[in-house]
């Protein structure tokens, strides 16, 4: 039985060896390993290989983010052990349609769209819909995060409105456990949380306690 929502740790690193440590200590608590999109450019497949090689059992993701060569980039996440990979939300529509049939040909895979930066998102998830997608990451860009952006109102009607149209959301952007009630009473798929498991002295701790602010949301 699945734990719904779902968490997914994102491992946001720019070399192997941290994201490896983490995995160790954090894996058992969550349901998906995020190969985080740095990690994916320090050590590219070589980084899903291994996260794989350590947690047979587990979702990974790869979050490359791709913005072309949609089909080959699916390809080569897949074949190295993901399960799941990110097409950019700005990458033409050829681009989705070949990563999303490179994903439906091969069982247990799915390819997501990744929001980053996107503005029209209601518009463009027509034409994503219109040729089969299926799922989505809801992203609040790490930098705007940090910069410019908060998590707001405008953000939760989207959402509503995506998951109305039938895709299923993944969230993702500076999430802290003060963030999980924000989201109660939409139907989300997976929480997916970096920094603020990775940056705490107990991660794996600090991961059970995302496990039960999510349940208790729910
Ligand atoms: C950055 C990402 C991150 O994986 C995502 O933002 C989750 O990490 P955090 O919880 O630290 O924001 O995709 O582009
Ligand atoms: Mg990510």
Request: net charge negative.
């Amino acid at each position: 039985m699945t734990n719904k929502p779902q968490i997914q740790l994102a491992l946001d690193y720019f070399d192997l060896a941290p994201a490896l440590a983490m995995t160790q200590i954090v894996h058992k608590e969550v349901d998906i390993i995020e190969i985080g999109t740095p990690l994916t450019k320090a050590a590219g497949m070589l980084a899903v290989r291994t996260v794989r090689e350590l947690c047979p059992d587990h979702l990974i993701l790869a979050d490359i983010k791709s913005p072309d060569v949609g089909g080959g980039e699916a390809k080569m996440a897949f074949d190295a052990g993901a399960d799941w990979m990110t097409v950019l939300g700005a990458a033409p529509l050829d681009t989705v349609k070949l990563a999303l049939e490179e994903a439906k040909s091969r069982p247990g895979k799915e390819m997501f769209i990744e929001l980053t930066g996107i503005r029209d998102i209601l518009t463009r998830a027509h034409e994503w819909r219109s040729i089969g997608v299926e799922r989505m990451v809801y992203h609040r860009g790490w930098d705007e995060g940090n910069l410019s952006r908060t998590w707001d109102d405008q953000d939760r009607d989207t959402i509503r409105e995506l998951i109305h149209m039938g895709f299923q959301i993944s969230v993702a952007g500076g999430l802290g456990l003060d963030m999980i009630s924000f989201f109660q009473g939409l139907d989300i798929s997976v929480f997916i949380i970096g920094r603020a498991i990775r940056e705490t002295p107990d991660p794996a701790a600090t991961a059970r306690k995302f496990r039960e602010a999510i349940k208790k949301n729910n």
